[in-house]
Antibody, heavy 117, light 108 residues
Framework: EVQVLESGGGLVQPGGSLRLSCEAS????????MSWVRQAPGKGPEWVSA???????YYADSVKGRFSISRDDWKNTLYLQMNSLRAEDTALYYC???????????WGQGTMVTVSS | QSVLTQPPSVSAAPGQKVTISCSGS????????VSWYQQVPGTAPKLLIY???KRPSGIPDRFSGSKSGTSATLGITGLQTGDEADYYC?????????FGGGTKLTVL
């Protein structure tokens, strides 16, 4: 069974940094694209960033230049480095397997990021 | 404001059928696959439909998807109380993946 497990969330002050991790199991990690999707309290999901199996990266306009996605295929782990955090980055951050066929097939339970002074 | 438009809410009685629409443009739905997700409150979204009309293993055939032009539709038959959730469409748009605004399904 394919599973992903996020970690690294927490409370951070505006302007601060945080690194999220996502450990995957049950799949040959290096063969798949992986993404981050976030959901602010009471709002719908918002795609944040994707990293393809070939290393291509994509970012939402709202995080471009501040967030960086990366992966360690030896550790089956996906990362999201978040810098210059803003209050509007407050959200539950989900790690997902995909996109594959333009869909996000597997989702973790999320890790909460709160940006507040 | 999303580039994909969904009705804010739909409702139907148990056992009935409901459809949820997702309207876009030639820049997104018109030239890309659509996927659909179910999110029960307090849980992560779950993939229901990918490539417009395909179901992942484990998703019952009560759920169906279709696409015509710049719109997509999710259909749910034999409604159950457990289907009460928020539903989102997703597609590719200008080098980004975009979510619709979501539709809350109430099973009366």
């Amino acid at each position: 069974e394919v599973q992903v497990l996020e970690s690294g969330g927490g409370l951070v002050q505006p302007g601060g940094s945080l690194r999220l991790s996502c450990e995957a199991s049950g799949l040959t990690f290096r063969n798949y694209a992986m993404s981050w999707v976030r959901q602010a309290p009471g709002k719908g999901p918002e795609w944040v960033s994707a990293l393809t199996d070939s290393g291509g990266t994509y970012y939402a306009d709202s995080v471009k230049g501040r967030f960086s996605i990366s992966r360690d295929d030896w550790k089956n782990t996906l990362y999201l480095q978040m810098n210059s955090l803003r209050a509007e980055d407050t959200a539950l951050y989900y790690c997902t397997k995909g996109p594959s066929s333009d869909a996000f097939h597997i989702w973790g339970q999320g890790t909460m990021v709160t940006v507040s002074s | 404001q999303s580039v994909l438009t969904q009705p804010p809410s739909v409702s139907a009685a148990p056992g009935q059928k409901v459809t949820i629409s997702c309207s876009g443009s030639s820049s997104n739905i018109g030239n890309n696959y659509v996927s659909w997700y179910q999110q029960v409150p307090g849980t992560a979204p779950k993939l229901l439909i990918y490539e417009n009309n395909k179901r992942p293993s484990g998703i019952p055939d009560r759920f169906s998807g279709s696409k015509s032009g710049t719109s997509a539709t999710l259909g749910i038959t034999g409604l159950q109380t457990g289907d009460e959730a928020d539903y989102y469409c997703v597609t590719w748009h200008s080098s980004h993946w975009v979510f619709g605004g979501g539709t809350k399904l109430t099973v009366l």
